[in-house]
């Protein structure tokens, strides 16, 4: 039995600031079909009630705010976020392991627990830029390095891009192990600001576990139709 809420095979991205638009988004999808992520452009916008508005349609809520400070205060920040009832929470895996296990003793697993997972590498970024950073083995050497904490640490697992998420299954081999892959894009769609990219049969295909999946669906002209689209390409 997992130690976590269940999760659905995709959270559909709400990246956006205005409260209509988040509704209209809300009322158009369907909860059967789809979660909810909410990251940091929604949630600093109009605050804990566009949670609450998503749960109220019926959808779980990935709670993407990629908590990374010292260690008491990420664990308040996550036990707050549990208290909003939402099925995902993620953290930055490079916070290091105080940090790390602060909020996985701030967020006891349990079946009706969030799954908590940490970032790795944001799929936004490059073997180049992480150099920058003072990162010299690359993407897939970082990643993998993270990985390896988080699951010393606990976590449920991680949010990666679906080309290191065979890998990740290496380190989260149990089944409830969580990989959560973001940049990923429909056949022919617009690769946008992401870099490591694939599409969503493929993301499945190499052991992710929800993908998150943002403006293919939420920047059509039928969200709804769009997300059906991709559901029937799985």
């Known amino acids: 039995?997992?130690?976590?809420?269940?999760?659905?095979?995709?959270?559909?991205?709400?990246?956006?600031?205005?409260?209509?638009?988040?509704?209209?988004?809300?009322?158009?999808?369907?909860?059967?079909?789809?979660?909810?992520?909410?990251?940091?452009?929604?949630?600093?916008?109009?605050?804990?009630?566009?949670?609450?508005?998503?749960?109220?349609?019926?959808?779980?809520?990935?709670?993407?705010?990629?908590?990374h400070d010292i260690p008491n205060t990420v664990a308040r920040a996550c036990r707050a976020a549990a208290d909003l009832d939402v099925a995902l929470v993620n953290?930055?895996?490079?916070?290091?392991?105080?940090?790390?296990?602060?909020?996985?003793?701030?967020?006891?697993p349990g079946r009706d627990a969030p799954g908590l997972i940490a970032v790795t590498v944001l799929t936004s970024m490059e073997d180049a830029d992480l150099a920058e950073i003072g990162v010299n083995d690359g993407a897939q050497a970082q990643v993998a390095r993270l990985a390896r904490l988080t699951a010393e640490t606990g976590l449920d697992?991680?949010?990666?891009?679906?080309?290191?998420?065979?890998?990740?299954?290496?380190?989260?081999?149990?089944?409830?192990?969580l990989v959560v892959t973001p940049g990923v894009r429909?056949?022919?769609?617009?690769?946008?600001?992401?870099?490591?990219?694939?599409?969503?049969?493929e993301a499945l295909s190499l052991g992710a576990t929800s993908l998150v999946i943002g403006r293919?669906?939420?920047?059509?002209?039928?969200?709804?139709?769009?997300?059906?689209?991709?559901?029937a390409e799985l």
């Open 1 to 67: 039995m997992a130690d976590h809420r269940p999760q659905p095979r995709i959270y559909v991205a709400l990246d956006v600031a205005e409260e209509r638009r988040v509704r209209d988004l809300l009322a158009e999808l369907d909860p059967s079909l789809c979660g909810i992520k909410i990251g940091k452009e929604a949630f600093t916008a109009l605050g804990p009630r566009v949670v609450e508005w998503a749960r109220e349609g019926g959808f779980p809520v990935f709670l993407d705010l990629k908590f």
């Open 91 to 108: 953290v930055h895996a490079s916070g290091g392991r105080r940090m790390l296990e602060a909020a996985r003793e701030a967020i006891e």
């Open 157 to 177: 697992g991680v949010v990666c891009s679906a080309r290191e998420a065979q890998a990740m299954r290496a380190v989260f081999p149990d089944a409830s192990g």
């Open 186 to 201: 429909p056949a022919g769609g617009a690769r946008d600001d992401q870099r490591r990219v694939v599409t969503p049969a």
């Open 216 to 231: 293919p669906v939420t920047a059509a002209d039928e969200p709804r139709k769009a997300l059906e689209a991709i559901v």
